[in-house]
């Protein structure tokens, strides 16, 4: 009998730093990379007892969710906002599905009670965040998503 095996597709790294979680996305993404993406935000960010923070997140490549991996992520996304998840920037790289991955991202966020916005660069993302009174040290954050993936 022939056995099949899932494997992740799609990368991240994440970190986060002060009142940010900061992440570094390349699709597409399938439902075990969200499975390990959720442990790993849940690692960085739940364990530091924060109350309320903001995600920078910058989508690379083809960006798109898979059916149930955009099922699963919008849980987790919930479940992070129900412990202080309050805003989003997303910084939507150059690819040939950014207006679909916009509409996906909007769809995943569109009945929760957090700020989601769309920026062409990282600069507007942290001038933005920075605008809603998060704690934003440039130099880290720009070395993060140099350096990552």
Request: glycine share 4%.
């Amino acid at each position: 009998m022939a056995k099949y095996l899932n494997k992740q597709h799609g990368e991240f790294s994440l970190k986060m730093i002060q009142d940010l979680v900061l992440t570094n996305a390349v699709g597409p993404w399938n439902l075990e990379c969200i499975v390990q993406f959720g442990l790993r935000y849940g690692e960085s960010v739940y364990s530091t007892k924060a109350t309320k923070w903001a995600d920078i997140i910058m989508l690379q490549g083809e960006s798109l969710l898979v059916p149930e991996a955009e099922r699963d992520l919008q849980v987790r996304i919930a479940r992070a906002i129900q412990t202080g998840l309050r805003h989003v920037a997303v910084v939507m790289c150059k690819s040939e599905v950014k207006t679909t991955a916009k509409m996906q991202m909007t769809r995943i966020y569109k009945d929760l009670p957090a700020t989601i916005a769309f920026f062409e660069s990282l600069e507007e993302a942290m001038d933005w965040v920075t605008e809603h009174g998060y704690r934003c040290e440039r130099a880290d954050v720009e070395a993060f998503f140099s350096e990552s993936i």
